[in-house]
C-alpha cells in the first residue's frame, strides 16, 4: 500500500518528443489554414490599414579641418579617424531641438496645416520636435566618416524636403556649435515616388511564419497542459500496474462519427456496441486479449470475483464491463454479470431486459436471488440487473447479505463480474472490499485526466483493495500503429510479470469453437 501512494503522488515530467511530433502532424491541417488565415490577415492589414510612406536621403562628407584649403591638403590617417569621431558628435548635435525648430518653422511657410498634420503631430500650429525626430534617422554608412541621413514621411515631397533642409541647417550650425570640422554635401535628396512602407512581401512572410509558430506554439501548450491519458505506457509506469486491455472506438470503427454528448443531455445506450458476430476485427481482438489478461490477473485468487469501475462518469464502463463478460463466456465458462450500479442503471437497457427484479431486490430479501437474474442473455452469460433502486445503495453493497449472496453464487459460476459506480462519484465499490478479490479500472484515452485517478487512487488504497489493473477505452484508429500491433510485442502488464503472444488469442479461437 505504500509503494503504491508513492508511484501516483511522485510528479515526474516527461515530454515524448515522438508524440509530440504525431499531434502535430495529426493537427497539421489546423497549423496549415492558420498559417494561410495568418498571411492573409497579414496581407489586409499591410494593404489596408498600414500607411503609405515615402523615402528620401542625403548624404555629407565630414572633414576634420575645414579652415584647411583643400588643394593643398595632405589627407593624413590621422584626420580620417578624427572625422569619423565627428560623425557621431554631429549626429547628435542635429537631432537637438533648436535643429528641429528651425526645420519645422521651413516647413511650416512651404506646406498648409493640413499637410503636416498628414505627416507629422501638429500642435498650436507647430510640429512637435519629437514627432519630426521620428520622421528621419541619422547613420554612418559603414562606419565612415559619411553621415547619411534618410527622412521618411507620408508625402514624397517632404521627405526630400526634410532632408535637404537638413543639409542648408547642418554646415553653419555645427560649425558655430562643435567649432571643428565641417560638412561637404555629396548627394542631395531626391523625390522618391516609390513608397517604401509597407513593404507587403514582408509583412505577408512574417504574418505566415508568426501564424505557424503561434498555431503549433498552442498546439505544444495545450498537449504539455492536457493532464489526460494519452498511452498505456504512461499509465503503467506511473502506477506500477498491469495494463489489461486496450479498446478501440466503436464508432470510428464502424465508420461512424463519434457524437459529444451535450451538457444535460441524457446518454443514450446502444446494444449494438455489445459484442456480436458483425464487431470489427480490432475490437473483438482487443477484447480477447483483454480476457487472456484478466485471467492471468485472477489466477492467484481462488474467487473469482471482480469488480470493474472509473474515476468518473460517462468514460465507456458499462460497455467495456458488458463486452468483457461476454467475451468470458465466449471461452465456454460460465458468467455472472452483475449490475452494481443501483444509482444509474444501464446494464438491463444494454441487453435489453426488463429491470423489474434484481440486486436491490435480491440482497433486501423481496425476490429469491434465482428469480432476480436474467438467464442466458448470452450463451454462457447471466444478468442480474439493479432493480428497483434504493434509497440506500452503499448500505446494501456493504450488508452481509450482499456478501453472503456472492458466496453462494460463486460456486455456481466461473467468473462473477460487477459493473460499479464510478469511485470518484460514490464509494459503492469501495464498501465491497470484502466480498470482492479487487478492481480493474477503466480509463478514457484522452478524457480521464492523471488527477482523477489519483484521487480515485488514493480512495482505492484507502480502502484496502486489489487493485488488479487499468483498461484504456475509447482509442482512436489515429493510435493503431502504436497500441494494438503491440499488443503482440511486449510482455503483460508490470506488475505481474506473465508474458502472452500471438498465440494467447489462437488459444482463446480454439475454446471457443
Known amino acids: 500500500m505504500e509503494t503504491d501512494n508513492k508511484s501516483f503522488n511522485s510528479e515526474e515530467v516527461e515530454i515524448d518528443i515522438l508524440e509530440l511530433a504525431r499531434v502535430l502532424f495529426g493537427k497539421i491541417w489546423i497549423i496549415i489554414l492558420c498559417t494561410i488565415a495568418a498571411g492573409v490577415l ?55 531641438d533648436a535643429v528641429m525648430e528651425d526645420i519645422a518653422k521651413r516647413l511650416a511657410k ?67 556649435v562643435v567649432g571643428a570640422g565641417s560638412v561637404e554635401v555629396i548627394d542631395v535628396a531626391k523625390v522618391n515616388l516609390d513608397p517604401v512602407e509597407p513593404n507587403i512581401k514582408k509583412t505577408v512572410a512574417i504574418g505566415l511564419i508568426l501564424g505557424f509558430i503561434a498555431s503549433a506554439g498552442i498546439i505544444i501548450l495545450l498537449y504539455m497542459l492536457d493532464n489526460s491519458i494519452k498511452s498505456t505506457d504512461e499509465l503503467s509506469k506511473k502506477y506500477n500496474k498491469a495494463i489489461i486491455g486496450e479498446v478501440y472506438n466503436f464508432s470510428q470503427e464502424k465508420g461512424e462519427k ?14 449494438q456496441n455489445l459484442l456480436n458476430e458483425n464487431t470489427v476485427f480490432t475490437v473483438s481482438e482487443s477484447y480477447k486479449t483483454m480476457r487472456t489478461n484478466a485471467v492471468f490477473a485472477l489466477s492467484p485468487f481462488e474467487k473469482k470475483i471482480f469488480a470493474v469501475t472509473s474515476a468518473n462518469a460517462a468514460e465507456g464502463k458499462s460497455t467495456t464491463t458488458s463486452n468483457l ?66 434509497p440506500n445503495p452503499s448500505e446494501l453493497l456493504a450488508s452481509p447479505q450482499f456478501e453472503d449472496m456472492l458466496e453462494t453464487l460463486a460456486n ?8 460499479t459506480p464510478p469511485v470518484n462519484v460514490v464509494s459503492d465499490v469501495l464498501v465491497m472490499n470484502k466480498s470482492i478479490v479487487g478492481v480493474m479500472f477503466v480509463s478514457k484515452h484522452g478524457s480521464t485526466t492523471y488527477d482523477s485517478i489519483d484521487e480515485a487512487m488514493k480512495k482505492i488504497n484507502f480502502a484496502d483493495m486489489k487493485m488488479l489493473g487499468f483498461i484504456l ?3 482512436k484508429l489515429a493510435h493503431s500503429g502504436k497500441y494494438y500491433y503491440r499488443h503482440y510485442d511486449y510482455g503483460y502488464g508490470y506488475g505481474y510479470g506473465y508474458g502472452y503472444g500471438e498465440n494467447s488469442g489462437k488459444s482463446d479461437t480454439a475454446k471457443e469453437s
Open 42 to 96: 497579414a496581407f489586409i492589414i499591410a494593404a489596408v490599414y498600414l500607411p503609405v510612406k515615402y523615402s528620401s536621403y542625403t548624404t555629407l562628407y565630414v572633414k576634420n579641418n575645414h579652415t584647411l584649403d583643400t588643394s593643398d591638403q595632405t589627407i593624413e590617417l590621422n584626420d580620417l579617424n578624427a572625422s569619423k569621431s565627428l560623425v557621431s558628435t554631429y549626429m547628435a548635435v542635429l537631432e537637438s
Open 258 to 271: 463519434q457524437k459529444k454528448r451535450k451538457k444535460g443531455e441524457k446518454r443514450v445506450i446502444d446494444p
Open 473 to 475: 477505452n475509447n482509442i
Open 110 to 176: 512651404k506646406y498648409p496645416q493640413p499637410t503636416l498634420e498628414d505627416c507629422f503631430t501638429v500642435e498650436d500650429g507647430h510640429i512637435l520636435p519629437d514627432s519630426l525626430k521620428d520622421s528621419f534617422s541619422m547613420s554612418a554608412v559603414n562606419e565612415t566618416e559619411v553621415l547619411e541621413i534618410v527622412s521618411k514621411t507620408k508625402s514624397p515631397q517632404i521627405s526630400a524636403d526634410i532632408c535637404n533642409m537638413m543639409t542648408d541647417i547642418a554646415p553653419d550650425f555645427l560649425i558655430r
Open 412 to 419: 455456481q459460476y466461473d467468473y462473477i463480474i460487477i459493473d
Open 325 to 390: 463478460a461476454i467475451s468470458f463466456a465466449l471461452m465456454g465458462n460460465k458468467i455472472l454479470l452483475i449490475d452494481g450500479d443501483m444509482r444509474k442503471p444501464t446494464q438491463h437497457l444494454l441487453f435489453e431486459v426488463k429491470n423489474e427484479k434484481g440486486l436491490s431486490s435480491a440482497i433486501s430479501k423481496m425476490n429469491r436471488v434465482e428469480a432476480s437474474i436474467c438467464r442466458d442473455v448470452r450463451p454462457n452469460l447471466d444478468l442480474m440487473p439493479s432493480g428497483p433502486i434504493p
